[in-house]
C-alpha cells in the first residue's frame, strides 16, 4: 500500500488538529491509526476526541473535555510523541 515516515516529536506537537497518524507493518500483520480532533460538547465547549483502531474499522473513542484548547495543548503533545515513538508516522492532515 504506502509506507509513511515518522516525523520528528518536535515537528509533529506543532501540527494542528485534526492529525491521523498510522502505524503499518505488514510482516507482523499491523495496520493501525490514531487520530486526534476537536470536536464540540453538549454545552459546545470543546472536546479532544482520540479515535483509534485497525485501519479500515470504525476503531474505538475515547473524548476529554477541557476547558480550552490552549489547556490541552500538552496532552496533544504527549500523545503524538508516544505515538511517534511507538512506529506511527504522520498520515494526513485535514
Do not use: C
Not at 1 to 24: G, H, I, K, N
Not at 64 to 85: E, F, G, M, N
Request: net charge positive.
Amino acid at each position: 500500500m504506502f509506507s509513511v515516515a515518522p516525523a520528528p516529536a518536535e515537528q509533529a506537537a506543532q501540527l494542528d488538529l485534526p492529525l491521523r497518524l498510522t502505524s503499518v507493518e505488514t510482516d507482523k500483520n499491523r495496520r493501525r491509526f490514531y487520530e486526534l480532533r476537536w470536536e464540540q460538547d453538549l454545552f459546545n465547549g470543546p472536546m479532544l476526541v482520540r479515535r483509534f483502531g485497525r485501519l479500515g474499522t470504525e476503531g474505538r473513542s475515547l473524548a476529554r473535555v477541557y476547558p480550552d484548547q490552549d489547556s490541552a495543548q500538552r496532552d496533544i503533545q504527549r500523545l503524538t510523541r508516544l505515538r511517534l515513538r511507538h512506529g506511527y508516522g504522520i498520515e494526513s492532515l485535514a
